[in-house]
């Protein structure tokens, strides 16, 4: 493991000890007051915009704005559009990494793909020029991510899409396997030039483990699954459980792997703005330019917010606001208390 994935899985564990295991709980009542405190303070908020460059994106109404927490025990508070399907677009990027642990061990992770914020935008080529050891950087960043959806072990395209999705749907608790958004797959595939050019320079440098275009549509297909804001917090309370389902029960990852997995998505989960989220919010998170976030508070409970317009980084502003709104009232920074 590299220091600095190191440090940060050792703090994440040393706070689920010394904060999770010991801490007291957040009664239900305090739970679904600080939910209804952050849905009403920014259902207001009109700053940022919907993603344009996935054009149907630009079509989900922009009001839309939903907050829930799931706790390790599968107990459920919300408020507002909780329900509404959206697209899971980069939410689903360690979910598909936890996948990769599982079948082929955490240190693939570092050796095929690495496991550095790179600072930059999520779609960026020129980290993969500057990175040029590891090249796809890190499995949150699209280039990673396209090389993870490649690493997948599978005996062909069919078979690795549905292991994604079934892996997608078990962190879900989905009784059936969620349902992919057909307008926003054919959307993205018929315009990812961008991500295209990604996979081909990563082939180039032997840096994908599949046939370019083959990850481009498994990748594609990947992002364009419609999940709630309530399925991302039971994924992220899924983590937080150390990889058992708390609604299904089921095993989906190995315990030992969660600490890694929380490591990576506190160094890049927040795009290029995951220095900024650590300092004030202090949790492990993902974020998707459908507007979806996951937050995870080590060994005791996930908080997951949904609204489509997104800032200059491609973070939803009213999902980061009500997020870290809530982690600080709650108290619940990896680090200690945040004072924000
Ligand atoms: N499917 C999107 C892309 O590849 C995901 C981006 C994101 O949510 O960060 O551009």
New binding site residues.
């Given amino acids: 493991m590299k220091p600095t994935v190191a440090l940060a899985a050792m703090l994440a564990l040393g706070t689920f000890v010394l904060a999770g295991a010991n801490a007291a709980e957040p009664r239900p009542k305090d739970f679904q007051r600080v939910v209804d405190a952050a849905y009403a303070k920014y259902k207001g908020l009109q700053e940022g915009k919907n ?1 344009d ?2 054009p149907i994106l630009t079509r989900t109404p922009s009001e839309l704005f939903g907050v829930v927490i799931a706790t390790r025990d599968g107990k459920i508070y919300s408020a507002g559009d909780v329900d509404y399907k959206f ?1 899971i ?3 689903s ?1 360690p979910f598909t990494a936890a996948l990769v642990m599982t079948q082929q061990g955490p240190k693939v992770l570092d050796e095929k793909i690495g496991v550095e914020p790179t600072g930059l935008p ?2 960026s080529r020129l980290a993969l020029e500057i990175y040029k050891d590891k090249r796809s950087v890190n499995p949150l960043v ?1 280039a990673g ?1 396209i090389a993870a959806v490649s690493l997948v072990q599978a005996t062909s395209e069919q078979d690795r899409w549905n292991k994604i999705l079934q892996n997608i749907s078990d962190f879900a608790g989905s009784p059936v396997p969620l349902t992919v958004l057909e307008d926003v797959y054919e959307s ?1 595939y018929s315009t ?1 030039f ?2 295209r050019a990604i996979a081909n320079l990563l082939y180039n440098y032997e840096r994908l483990y599949s046939d370019p275009e083959e990850a481009m549509r498994v ?2 297909r990947q ?2 699954i419609g999940v709630s804001a309530k399925d991302l917090a039971i994924m992220g309370a899924t983590l937080a459980n150390l990889g058992v389902n708390p609604l299904t029960k089921k095993r989906v990852m190995n315990a030992n792997d969660v600490p890694e997995l929380l490591a990576i998505m506190a160094t890049a989960g927040f ?1 290029d703005e995951s220095g900024e989220w650590m300092y004030t919010a202090g949790l492990p998170a993902k ?4 507007g979806g976030i996951v937050a995870v508070v080590p060994g005791r409970f996930a908080i997951a917010a949904f609204s489509p317009r997104l800032n200059e980084a ?1 973070n939803s502003v009213r999902s980061l606001n009500a997020i870290r709104d809530i982690a600080g009232e709650l108290g619940v920074g990896v680090f200690g208390p945040n004072p924000n």
């Fill in positions: 993603a460059y996935i697209s677009q980069s939410v990027k999520f779609n699209n991510a993205e990812a961008g991500n990748y594609t992002c364009s795009y974020t998707g330019v459908g491609g």
